[in-house]
């Protein structure tokens, strides 16, 4: 009947080969994606405890270093929503992460995440993106890949420019 048809059945757990391949590249997958998670749960939580503690703080875009990314065809807002975090994520997550991988996971985080702060404009700023940085890079360490902050960073800037617009007017 059509009880049978709409019943929640258990899933078939025979996708694994039985010499058990398979299982470890998922248990990996599944840690990658839960460490992405995380991330996005803390810099969410940076976010919304800053906005408490400094209202209007992250009002405006973050401008980046003058000249990079810019073009008459490409506006200002979404360079700074897009293609600065882009290249932020790139260079601070991507490449200098793993060059300071020989002082240690949290020593390269922190030089990292300090770098990454000292390019931002007022000390509030520096501030939340020391805090952004510190996430972001655990996130590439966890995950072996700067995606997590590159996305969350896209979020974080579009959001900011959102609220810039939208208090504009």
Not at 51 to 69: K, N, R, Y
Not at 100 to 126: D, I, S, Y
Request: proline share 8%; hydrophobic share 45%; aromatic share 4%.
């Amino acid at each position: 009947g059509i009880a049978g048809r709409c019943a929640v059945r258990p899933k078939q757990r025979n996708s694994a080969p039985p010499n058990g391949e398979g299982t470890e590249k998922m248990s990996e997958q599944n840690r990658r994606l839960r460490a992405a998670g995380i991330a996005a749960m803390a810099w969410a939580g940076l976010a919304a405890v800053w906005c408490v503690l400094v209202p209007g703080g992250a009002a405006e875009l973050p401008q980046g270093v003058p000249g990079t990314l810019r073009s008459p065809l490409i506006p200002k807002s979404v360079t700074g929503a897009v293609g600065m975090p882009l290249a932020e994520e790139l260079v601070f997550r991507g490449a200098l992460l793993r060059l300071l991988r020989p002082l240690g996971e949290h020593p390269a985080n922190l030089c990292q995440a300090v770098l990454f702060a000292a390019l931002h404009g007022t000390l509030t700023e520096k501030c939340y993106a020391l805090g952004m940085g510190l996430i972001f890079g655990w996130a590439a360490e966890q995950t072996d890949s700067p995606a997590p902050g590159v996305v969350l960073h896209i979020l974080n800037n579009g959001l900011v420019l959102a609220r810039a617009l939208a208090e504009r007017g």
